[in-house]
């Protein structure tokens, strides 16, 4: 994969804007999936929003459904390459 180079971080990103982003590039409504993972949509919306912590737990469960790693929830704005060297 030499021929491919990092992807740079171009805006900030918080947790409910990585969900939202997750979930509306996939066509899913709040709706849709508080149904998949039996999170309901009211704190759907609040995770959205950023009104609330979302938690490893909960992380877990959105992204089972979300088909995404946890950690592209909880650390959207972490840089591999600059952590992993410090």
Not at 36 to 63: F, H, P, W, Y
Request: glycine share 4%; charged share 25%; hydrophobic share 40%.
């Amino acid at each position: 994969m030499k021929e491919f180079s990092p992807a740079k971080r171009h805006i900030e990103v918080s947790v409910g804007e990585s969900v939202r982003i997750l979930r509306e590039f996939q066509e899913l409504s709040q709706n849709d999936l508080a149904d998949t993972c039996g999170i309901s949509q009211s704190t759907i919306s609040v995770i959205d929003n950023d009104r609330v912590s979302l938690g490893v737990e909960r992380a877990k469960t959105l992204a089972r459904a979300l088909k995404c790693h946890p950690a592209v929830l909880l650390f959207p704005g972490w840089d591999v390459e600059v952590e992993s060297a410090a």
